[in-house]
């Protein structure tokens, strides 16, 4: 069980950051293990060959039978039993980092001890406290399904399994083709500060090109970053920043929204400080491009410490923060956008209360227009304090509720925005949240006029229908962005149009090459694509969206064409790297509100 579920959560170092505290459970479970074969050897150290023979609490053969979630119940259980064997936290971290030098891949070695010092203290309290159900735990965390989300699934899953059958509903009526104004949207800048000109790109940690890098295999020729970036596990330097935000500023959008992840991807080298510091200095960043452009902008799992945590219960023995400075921080930090975006004052003031205390706002940038920035660390599978069920997220949706019915009374229009699409595609969001986030789509969408994400780093898209069926009518549509850094993809921006209804008529995606860029005076922002050009749209609302997916699920061609725009148009996303399995799981994504 430990070799096997260690394969399971084995990091593929493109995606590193977002299994890092996932595998770290398992980290935690299988040091268990060992403390426990080691009290009964009473040895210094046990191999783990040894510790496999340890037994394992007995799993229901009723309960749910995939192999992720069967180990995923093994393991939890098996820290179930080292709890009750009195593991102290000391313990935990100990022989987290013995067990994770001893089993996980050279990149991630590097930085055991670090990572397992860095999330034992929140970890530990909160999974002591919480009691070990292993199927209800596995369910959190996303390895098995519950009964209703089975049943949920079943329901949707066959015509998303063959989307070929699918037959959208006509388009009868298109939005007044008329541009009003423009919206820069950015994400996950991740920008990197600690980037060094010629430092080793192919380096043995996670994220490379540091002065501190070193080369992962000495046999191979090294790699050294160049001063614009590099298109690998690399964050974007200052230099290509700056040119980005001077690219995109240059486009004079009426309107600009941040949807969060600033900082580099060094989860297991921040502080609190340098969390502030670097949040505090992005934002002066961007505020030189945009001096008197308004600007909204939300929390990313990534602008906390640690990378994925947040909690507003008092401190406790299971709440080890309550994160209070990173809201006092980032309040201070964008209450001069806010107060500056806002056109009314008491608005704006209101505003930075709440996110003050909460890490959400909305404000109103222009009558009849209102910018939601939503908390998604309510959403996020990797916070763990949603372990505790304590529904602290519940807070959130009732303010939005009557935000957007507020709004509705005053004819208001409705952008959401947050960082963690609701989605249930995989770097997604809770089942629980999604659900309740749906309800009130489907009883707003008259006033909800568009959706903006990021997150994935990657170019998508989710429809959201009138009932959890995707032949129902499409009611909602989440953008989302690909991301402003590299670390392995092509750093980009986009800019939306919208009419006076600021309903979205078109955008432009802009990307750029640091390959190129390097070879040159710097890095050239190219439009690669227009969705209604690219992809023969009336216009982009969510009928039209609905007919572009269902035509894609019959045209290899066309969906190729967008699974390029997807990755960036990178080489793994070259026409045939998509195969069927892959193409059904994109379209799953895309139809399915609860993922497939």
């Given at each position: 069980y430990l070799f096997f579920a260690f394969r399971l959560t084995k990091l593929s170092f493109s995606i590193f950051i977002f299994e890092t505290m996932r595998s770290f459970l398992c980290l935690l479970v299988a040091?268990?293990?060992?403390?426990?074969?080691?009290?009964?050897?009473?040895?210094?150290?046990?191999?783990?060959?040894?510790?496999?023979?340890?037994?394992?609490?007995?799993?229901?053969?009723?309960?749910?039978?995939?192999?992720?979630?069967?180990?995923?119940?093994?393991?939890?259980g098996a820290f179930d039993f080292a709890i009750s064997s009195s593991l102290s936290q000391s313990q935990a971290e100990k022989l987290g980092t013995s067990v994770c030098l001893s089993v996980t891949e050279p990149r991630v070695q590097t930085i055991c001890p670090q990572i397992v010092a860095t999330m034992t203290p929140t970890l530990f309290p909160i999974l002591v406290a919480i009691g070990f159900e292993p199927l209800q735990v596995c369910i959190d965390i996303g390895y098995c399904e519950s009964n209703s989300t089975s049943a949920e699934k079943k329901s949707i899953v066959p015509a998303k399994s063959n989307p070929k059958?699918?037959?959208?509903?006509?388009?009868?009526?298109?939005?007044?083709?008329?541009?009003?104004?423009?919206?820069?949207?950015?994400?996950?800048?991740?920008?990197?500060?600690?980037?060094?000109?010629?430092?080793?790109?192919n380096c043995n940690e996670p994220l490379c090109c540091r002065s501190s890098s070193v080369q992962l295999n000495p046999n191979e020729p090294p790699k050294y970053a160049s001063y614009w970036g590099e298109n690998e596990d690399c964050d974007i330097p200052l230099a290509s920043l700056d040119a980005l935000l001077a690219s995109s500023a240059e486009r004079k959008p009426s309107l600009v929204i941040i949807t969060g992840d600033n900082?580099?991807?060094?989860?297991?080298?921040?502080?609190?400080?340098?969390?502030?510091?670097?949040?505090?200095?992005?934002?002066?960043?961007?505020?030189?491009?945009?001096?008197?452009?308004?600007?909204?902008?939300?929390?990313g799992n990534h602008d906390s410490y640690p990378v994925d945590q947040f909690n507003r219960m008092k401190k406790d023995s299971a709440h080890l923060d309550n994160f209070d400075w990173l809201l006092k921080g980032i309040s201070d930090y964008w209450s001069p956008w806010?107060?500056?975006?806002?056109?009314?004052?008491?608005?704006?003031?209101?505003?930075?209360?709440?996110?003050?205390?909460?890490?959400?706002?909305?404000?109103?940038?222009?009558?009849?227009?209102?910018?939601?920035?939503?908390?998604?660390?309510?959403?996020?599978?990797?916070?763990?304090?949603n372990l505790l069920a304590e529904k602290q997220g519940d807070n959130q949706f009732e303010w939005l509720e009557?935000?957007?019915?507020?709004?509705?009374?005053?004819?208001?229009?409705?952008?959401?925005?947050?960082?963690?699409?609701?989605?249930?595609?995989?770097?997604?969001?809770?089942?629980?949240?999604?659900?309740?986030?749906?309800?009130?789509?489907?009883?707003?969408?008259?006033?909800?006029?568009?959706?903006?994400?990021?997150?994935?780093?990657?170019?998508?898209?989710?429809?959201?229908?009138?009932?959890?069926?995707?032949?129902?009518?499409?009611?909602?549509?989440?953008?989302v962005t690909s991301?402003?850094?590299a670390f392995g993809m092509h750093p980009g921006y986009r800019i939306y149009k919208h009419n006076n209804q600021f309903q979205f008529l078109d955008y432009d995606h802009y990307l750029a090459d640091l390959s190129l860029a390097n070879n040159v005076?710097?890095?050239?922002?190219?439009?690669?694509?227009?969705?209604?050009?690219?992809?023969?749209?009336k216009d982009l609302s969510p009928a039209s969206w609905n007919d572009f997916a269902h035509r894609m699920s019959n045209d290899t061609n066309l969906f190729d064409q967008w699974y390029y725009n997807k990755m960036t148009r990178t080489s793994r996303s070259v026409p045939g790297s998509c195969n069927e399995a892959c193409r059904n799981s994109n379209l799953c994504d895309i139809f399915s509100e609860s993922g497939c």
């Amino acid at each position: 069980y430990l070799f096997f579920a260690f394969r399971l959560t084995k990091l593929s170092f493109s995606i590193f950051i977002f299994e890092t505290m996932r595998s770290f459970l398992c980290l935690l479970v299988a040091l268990s293990l060992i403390s426990i074969a080691e009290s009964h050897g009473k040895r210094e150290k046990i191999t783990v060959k040894e510790a496999e023979k340890v037994t394992l609490p007995k799993i229901n053969r009723g309960e749910p039978s995939s192999p992720e979630c069967l180990a995923c119940m093994a393991i939890v259980g098996a820290f179930d039993f080292a709890i009750s064997s009195s593991l102290s936290q000391s313990q935990a971290e100990k022989l987290g980092t013995s067990v994770c030098l001893s089993v996980t891949e050279p990149r991630v070695q590097t930085i055991c001890p670090q990572i397992v010092a860095t999330m034992t203290p929140t970890l530990f309290p909160i999974l002591v406290a919480i009691g070990f159900e292993p199927l209800q735990v596995c369910i959190d965390i996303g390895y098995c399904e519950s009964n209703s989300t089975s049943a949920e699934k079943k329901s949707i899953v066959p015509a998303k399994s063959n989307p070929k059958r699918m037959k959208p509903k006509p388009q009868t009526t298109f939005y007044q083709d008329s541009i009003n104004g423009t919206i820069l949207h950015l994400s996950d800048i991740h920008w990197d500060d600690l980037y060094a000109t010629g430092s080793i790109v192919n380096c043995n940690e996670p994220l490379c090109c540091r002065s501190s890098s070193v080369q992962l295999n000495p046999n191979e020729p090294p790699k050294y970053a160049s001063y614009w970036g590099e298109n690998e596990d690399c964050d974007i330097p200052l230099a290509s920043l700056d040119a980005l935000l001077a690219s995109s500023a240059e486009r004079k959008p009426s309107l600009v929204i941040i949807t969060g992840d600033n900082t580099p991807h060094d989860v297991w080298n921040q502080t609190k400080a340098l969390t502030l510091d670097r949040l505090k200095r992005i934002t002066e960043i961007i505020s030189k491009h945009f001096p008197n452009t308004p600007i909204v902008s939300s929390l990313g799992n990534h602008d906390s410490y640690p990378v994925d945590q947040f909690n507003r219960m008092k401190k406790d023995s299971a709440h080890l923060d309550n994160f209070d400075w990173l809201l006092k921080g980032i309040s201070d930090y964008w209450s001069p956008w806010i107060v500056s975006a806002a056109w009314n004052v008491s608005d704006a003031k209101q505003a930075v209360v709440t996110l003050r205390n909460y890490g959400y706002y909305s404000i109103s940038p222009k009558r009849g227009l209102r910018v939601v920035a939503l908390n998604t660390f309510w959403s996020d599978e990797l916070n763990w304090y949603n372990l505790l069920a304590e529904k602290q997220g519940d807070n959130q949706f009732e303010w939005l509720e009557k935000t957007l019915a507020d709004s509705k009374k005053r004819g208001e229009k409705i952008i959401l925005t947050g960082h963690i699409p609701p989605s249930n595609a995989p770097s997604a969001s809770l089942a629980s949240y999604i659900t309740k986030y749906i309800r009130l789509i489907r009883k707003y969408s008259p006033i909800i006029v568009s959706q903006l994400y990021g997150h994935t780093h990657k170019d998508q898209f989710h429809l959201q229908y009138s009932d959890s069926n995707s032949t129902s009518t499409a009611v909602g549509m989440v953008y989302v962005t690909s991301s402003a850094t590299a670390f392995g993809m092509h750093p980009g921006y986009r800019i939306y149009k919208h009419n006076n209804q600021f309903q979205f008529l078109d955008y432009d995606h802009y990307l750029a090459d640091l390959s190129l860029a390097n070879n040159v005076t710097g890095p050239v922002w190219v439009k690669t694509y227009s969705p209604r050009t690219a992809y023969s749209m009336k216009d982009l609302s969510p009928a039209s969206w609905n007919d572009f997916a269902h035509r894609m699920s019959n045209d290899t061609n066309l969906f190729d064409q967008w699974y390029y725009n997807k990755m960036t148009r990178t080489s793994r996303s070259v026409p045939g790297s998509c195969n069927e399995a892959c193409r059904n799981s994109n379209l799953c994504d895309i139809f399915s509100e609860s993922g497939c």
